[in-house]
């Protein structure tokens, strides 16, 4: 077996379609039917169950395609390394975030950071929160900066709180309402609202669903899209009362909206979070200036 098997097996696998993993790997499907029979047979069971009609993973297939990916993922890593060494580089820093609540401050701290640390390489994945925290746990991301999710006590990352959002509405300029300096969520009863889905954003969805029943109601939800600049897109077209965090950056061109703080007030929390397996130079570097910048006041107020 060599590494040439398992990546045709993956191809295979992930397509589930022999003509496509071929295709991908631009290679003949015979040479490629015959790679995947040597692995099954060095094995000695079945890894792909194929007929006329379809191609499907048997049980043994599915585990090879897990650990086909965590060793294959982790050759990259060691790959990565052994460049950066030998380029001079000192270290890698891969930072997953959330998008809207960290636009105020982010484009700011990496510049700083960059500045600072030249020889640190460093790569941005924008995620959902429970993805940050599951590619953290998992060694995928050296840090994040997220919310809070359900299982996040289960992980056992280290946290640090850099700001409590307090929920707020959303509504065009022009509407009855947004010369209210701050509103009851009972104003929202019966009101067509526009809040984020709850994949991508858990602590937030749930943080309106429970402070609308405390205040006695069931939200009726006009939309859920998976973006926050969609939520602000309906609140302009007039679809309805949007549900943000106050933290969001509102659009330069268009239709004017204005926030407006929600009382009684519920918070939303935005962390960073790392591993201590994991702690290295960078990640320790990154969060000593984020640090600086939270107790500073930089990281909301440029300076």
């Keep these: 077996m060599d590494l040439r098997h398992l990546r045709y097996f993956q191809a295979v696998a992930e397509e ?9 790997l631009r290679i003949a499907q015979p040479a490629l039917s015959r790679a995947v029979q040597e692995l099954e047979r060095e094995l000695g069971v ?37 460049r950066r060494t030998a380029v001079g580089e000192e270290g890698e820093l891969r930072l997953g975030y959330i998008g ?26 924008e995620r959902t929160p429970e993805r940050v925290w599951e590619m953290v746990a998992k060694g ?3 840090i994040g900066i997220t919310r809070p999710v359900q299982a996040h006590e289960a992980l056992g990352l280290q946290t640090m709180s850099l700001r409590d959002e307090r ?18 969520w009972t ?33 009726a939800f006009a939309q859920t899209p998976s973006l926050v600049g969609t939520v602000l897109s309906y609140v302009e077209s007039g679809a309805g009362i949007g ?23 519920s918070t939303v929390p935005l962390v960073t979070v790392w591993s201590d397996d ?10 000593l200036l984020l640090s600086h910048w939270l107790k500073s006041g930089k990281l909301w107020k440029p300076s």
């Design 16 to 24: 589930l379609s022999f003509s496509r993993a071929a295709r991908r």
């Design 46 to 82: 079945l890894l792909i169950d194929r007929n006329r009609h379809s191609t499907r993973l048997t049980p043994a297939g599915t585990v090879l395609l897990h650990e086909t990916g965590v060793t294959l993922e982790r050759l990259e890593e060691s790959l990565r390394r052994v």
């Design 100 to 125: 809207p609540p960290t636009q105020p401050f982010l484009g700011r701290l990496l510049n700083e950071f960059g500045r600072r640390f030249p020889r640190v390489s460093i790569h941005l994945e």
């Design 140 to 142: 995928r991301l050296s």
């Design 167 to 184: 929920i707020c509405a959303v509504v065009p300029v022009t509407h009855p309402l947004a010369t209210r300096k701050s509103l009851p």
């Design 187 to 219: 104003a929202l009863e019966d009101k067509p609202l526009i809040v984020l889905a709850r994949r991508e954003g858990v602590g937030l969805h749930d943080g309106i669903i429970a402070a609308c029943r405390t205040a006695g109601f069931t939200p």
């Design 243 to 265: 549900i943000v965090s106050e933290g969001i950056s509102m659009p330069s061109s268009g239709v004017a909206l204005k926030l407006i703080p929600l009382t009684p007030s």
């Design 278 to 287: 994991r702690d290295d130079p960078p990640v320790q570097a990154f969060r």
